[in-house]
């Protein structure tokens, strides 16, 4: 599948560390990676369909030191869709307040109805891309309801609705920010891994340097498994709000996964 990785801080944290060792394993997520950092007067923000490892501007990024307070990266090992620009994360959108939400996403739709409607908006061909189109739907359709726009909390209300809604039967590890929150959710057990700090949080799909490196940037923290089967919020590196715990864990099943791939190669 893929890994993701995110950073959410009250204080600009050193980056360089975590991202290498994370871009590190793209030899084995060969097609796609991206990087976000989402803040400040020049954000950063690029994606390429080829192999971390071998990119150059990877290399040159991580060539000098680098920190924030908001970061996502994604390596990809394609499923569904092919290694182009237009499959590889995150993804972008902008609901109508002007809000812009980043996506990154390590999972499968197996039943994805709900999300149909949205492969005829989608400039690429991954179900990921189809979350955010219609998480921003939902989302403008809410603050059009309300006739303003929404609070936080309302926005995470949208958010855990169509979670819940997906989740079942679905592989649905996320990585989302609004350009507040970051939110994180993953229902395939031992799949996304938390490090919390005083003032920051970082998510990993695999977790990342420990023991491996003589000296850290920063006192470490042990990192352990992301609240499971929930969704969570973070602002600055604390907890804002967490969703109810529910019954709905992937299992991966073979013939579900061998079935939605001859459907996309039309066998």
């Keep these: 599948m893929c890994e993701l990785y995110g950073l959410s801080a009250k204080n600009k944290k050193q980056l360089n560390r975590d991202l290498k060792e994370f871009f590190g394993h ?8 991206g990087l976000a950092l989402p803040e400040g007067p020049s954000p950063y923000m690029k994606k390429a369909p080829e192999p971390a490892f071998k ?14 307070r908001v970061c996502l990266a994604h ?18 959108g902008t609901d109508i307040s002007g809000r812009t939400w980043i996506l990154i996403h390590n999972g499968t739709i197996f ?29 403008n359709a809410a603050a059009r ?11 995470f209300q949208v958010l855990e609705t169509l979670v819940r809604e997906l989740a079942p039967a679905n592989k649905l590890n996320l990585l ?13 057990r031992g ?37 499971f089967c929930r969704l969570t919020a973070w602002k600055e590196g604390t907890l804002f709000y967490e969703g109810k715990k529910r019954e709905h864990e992937y299992i991966p099943d073979e013939t579900s996964i061998r ?3 001859m459907a996309y190669a039309g066998l």
């Design 26 to 33: 793209s030899a084995d997520h060969p097609d796609g990676w």
């Design 55 to 68: 990119s150059r501007e990877v290399r040159d990024f991580l060539s000098g030191p680098r920190s924030a």
């Design 75 to 92: 390596i990809r090992k394609a499923t569904i869709g092919y290694d182009e620009y237009c499959n590889t994360h995150p993804f972008l």
């Design 111 to 139: 039943e994805g109805g709900l999300l149909s409607p949205y492969m005829y908006r989608q400039k690429g061909w991954t179900d990921s891309e189809r979350i955010l189109l219609c998480l921003i739907a939902r989302i």
């Design 145 to 155: 309801k309300a006739e303003r726009t929404l609070e936080d909390q309302e926005r």
């Design 176 to 188: 989302i920010y609004d350009g507040t929150l970051l939110y994180a959710h993953y229902n395939a």
């Design 191 to 227: 799949t996304l891994h938390v490090r919390k700090e005083e003032d920051a949080v970082t998510f990993s799909t695999v977790p990342l340097a420990e023991g491996e490196w003589e000296e850290a940037p920063w006192e470490e923290a042990p990192w352990e498994e992301a609240p």
């Design 259 to 261: 079935a939605l791939f």
